[in-house]
């Protein structure tokens, strides 16, 4: 069965950086695109970043991001990672892992990071 499990969240400092590791199980990774979402308190879920399959590093991103956040892969271990650099209080939220298998969204249980001095 499909797995995606985050970690790397925490309180971090404004101006301070994150790297969020999402382990993946259950499927063939490094032929599937992969995704990080986030949803604020009271807001919607919203898609950050996404990762093709053969892409190792660099991706699409949502223009609020302002280009300080990277997605990567390491396809060999059935890794994707979000460094998360520049961070903002706006960028408290939780942060979901997710691909989509045959039209089925599967998500992580998420991994709270809070940017606050």
């Known amino acids: 069965q499909v797995q995606l499990v985050e970690s790397g969240g925490g309180l971090v400092q404004p101006g301070g950086s994150l790297r969020l590791p999402c382990a993946a199980s259950?499927?063939?990774?490094?032929?599937?695109?992969m995704y990080w979402y986030r949803q604020a308190p009271g807001k919607e879920r919203l898609l950050i970043a996404t990762?093709?399959?053969?892409?190792?590093?660099?991706?699409h991103y949502a223009e609020f991001l302002e280009g300080r956040f990277t997605i990567s892969r390491d396809n060999a271990n059935n890794m994707v990672y979000l460094q998360m650099n520049s961070l903002k209080p706006e960028d408290t939220a939780v942060y979901y892992c997710n691909t989509l298998i045959v039209l089925t969204n599967h998500w992580g249980q998420g991994t709270q990071v809070t940017v606050s001095s």
């Open positions: 990762i093709t399959p053969e892409t190792r590093s660099g991706g």
């Open positions: 259950g499927f063939t990774f490094s032929t599937f695109a």
